[in-house]
């Protein structure tokens, strides 16, 4: 088992009032094989929620299991494993990176989770050479890179960790579109190779309708659609949702009411293109 949550709230405590962050979520995530997209307005609840996912934050009301671990735990029941079972990769995780040496921060979590220097050594390379960081960077300061190659070294940090589902906080903030083509693409490598499960928080419909296979919609907190990308974007109410249809998808509309090209869904620009070189050889 992966990550259940039954029932689940959340209240964040005010000085006179509670704020409910989420409320009653149902949700069953496979360990392997997914590629899940959380999206939803501002305030919708979607950090609160992965924040659960490696017990950063507790259940309110409901049970959640991680890993076959109940949440909230029993007295002197550790959870701290959690932490490396579901690896968070946070909103511009480059602001977290504190040691001297490349090398030496990506082995922080490895070695704070008990593995020897020689584990955390091997771990640590494997991590730099997954998302792209060269070894004749290993003993330069992650503070004298570029911003994209900061992100990089956090997100290897994560990696070296091993954990079994990756989640991704808006992961691309901040990055020119090479850098976030480049690194969306390291996570679609990691989940494609090692059929690990990666949760995805963005805003970018472009990268969700690229990458996702199934998404999750909330609104105020609450779980509203949760499906596949496809009945996503062709859902008779999607703008209910307040979402904003993929760049591919607005095209192919435009084209249709105002050339009459038929409207056959493309969820990325590599399918797009492809499908307008064929329309245009008809």
Do not use: C, W
Request: glycine share 8%; hydrophobic share 40%.
């Amino acid at each position: 088992m992966g990550i259940q949550f039954r029932n689940v709230s959340y209240a964040y405590k005010g000085l006179k009032v509670n704020y409910d962050a989420i409320k009653n979520i149902d949700l069953t995530i496979q360990p392997k094989g997914e590629f899940i997209a959380i999206v939803g307005q501002t305030g919708s609840g979607k950090s609160t929620l992965v924040q659960h996912m490696n017990a950063l934050l507790l259940p309110s009301s409901g049970e959640l299991t991680v890993f076959g671990q109940n949440l909230p735990p029993k007295k002197k029941e550790k959870i701290n494993f959690l932490r490396q079972k579901v690896g968070l990769v946070f909103q511009f995780p480059e602001y977290q990176l504190f040691e001297e040496t490349i090398l030496k921060d990506i082995m922080f979590g490895p070695k704070n989770f008990k593995s020897t220097e020689i584990e955390a050594t091997e771990k640590a390379k494997r991590a730099a050479s997954i998302v792209g960081i060269d070894e004749s960077l290993y003993e330069q300061s992650p503070f004298r890179i570029s911003g994209g190659q900061m992100r990089r070294v956090a997100v290897a940090g994560i990696l070296a960790m091993e954990p079994e589902i990756l989640v991704l906080d808006e992961p691309t903030r901040g990055l020119d579109p090479k850098g976030r083509r480049d690194l969306m693409k390291i996570f679609q490598g990691i989940h494609e190779d090692e059929d690990k499960t990666i949760i995805l928080i963005s805003h970018d419909m472009d990268l969700v309708s690229e990458y996702a296979k199934r998404v999750i919609v909330l609104d105020e907190g609450k779980i509203v659609f949760d499906g596949t990308k496809e009945e996503l974007f062709e859902h008779p109410n999607f703008f209910d949702f307040h979402l904003d249809l993929p760049t591919p998808l607005k095209i192919l509309k435009h084209l249709e009411k105002n050339l009459g090209i038929p409207y056959i869904p493309k969820y990325d620009f590599k399918s797009l293109l492809s499908y307008l070189k064929e329309v245009g050889h008809e």
